[in-house]
């Protein structure tokens, strides 16, 4: 038998499966054969497998966005070790792991609290078994404008080579408002606001993302190799008076935009 649309006929009287009440018959088992089908690909769904047309709306159940260039079957991989991964969730770990599956990034993602707590992805990182990336940890200084304010995270991806932007436009190259992009980089308003919502969505509930930095220098905040020239109180504003003159007080090889709260 074929479904109800079939059984139907076969559990029928005899003047109920031929002509006008056979057909009579035959729609409401296909209609019900068609939720009995739907009803398996959703609980396919759920576990990974089967149509792909639920995977938005499962990673929007799963707060965790697929990235721009993540594949179909990395992205399912990602969706089935949410349960695992969300038992840290609001960690950097976490945090770090959503946004470097996200990016797909092949090189280092940072996290630094305002304590001069260092986290980062090591470049190449494979997700372990839990869901959740390794990450390495560095107690160094940050001072980003000496507001004793605790709770703010910073959170910089390492780009290079375009992956996932490239440094784009300076001041006064002919690039106007409204062109579609963002000033300094090739990200999209879009890349902006996906980015700050994955790491709203897996942050620390009390903590405020106050700064996501995109760094086009491998060396920069880097607290094994930057040393005196990382954030030293006067980072609130985008340049400092020193001995008279006007000077940059940020590194001029990165882009900074408004965190998440």
């Not at 006929?9 to 035959?26: D, N």
């Not at 047309?53 to 260039?69: S, V």
């Not at 695992?84 to 960690?91: D, E, I, L, N, Y």
């Not at 980089?185 to 700050?196: F, I």
Request: proline share 4%.
């Amino acid at each position: 038998m074929d479904g109800l649309r079939t059984a139907v006929k076969f559990f029928s009287v005899r003047w109920l499966t031929e002509g006008v009440a056979e057909k009579l018959l035959y729609t409401p088992g296909l209609i019900h054969d068609a939720q009995i089908d739907a009803l398996n690909q959703g609980i396919l769904a759920g576990m990974g497998i089967g149509t792909n047309t639920a995977l938005p709306l499962i990673g929007d159940d799963r707060k965790t966005l697929r990235g721009p260039a993540e594949s179909e079957p990395a992205y399912r991989a990602r969706l089935s070790q949410v349960w695992t991964a969300g038992r840290t969730w609001g960690g950097y770990r976490s945090l770090l792991s959503q946004l470097y599956d996200y990016l797909q990034l092949a090189r280092v993602l940072r996290c630094i609290s305002s304590s001069g707590d260092f986290w980062w992805v090591p470049a190449g990182d494979v997700r372990a078994d839990d869901g959740v990336h390794n990450a390495l940890r560095y107690r160094g200084t940050w001072d980003w404008d000496s507001s004793g304010q605790w709770w703010r995270i910073f959170v910089v991806i390492q780009s290079q080579s375009g992956t996932p932007w490239s440094p784009e436009g300076t001041w006064g190259d002919g690039q106007v408002w409204g062109d579609g992009g963002t000033w300094g980089s090739t990200a999209t308003p879009n890349d902006v606001a996906s980015v700050r919502s994955v790491v709203k969505a897996w942050k620390a509930q009390h903590a405020v993302a106050a700064w996501i930095i995109v760094s086009f220098d491998d060396t920069a905040f880097d607290p094994l190799t930057a040393g005196s020239t990382m954030p030293d109180g006067n980072w609130q504003h985008w340049s400092k008076v020193v001995s008279g003159e006007q000077v940059p007080s940020r590194y001029g090889s990165a882009v900074y935009w408004d965190g998440a709260t």
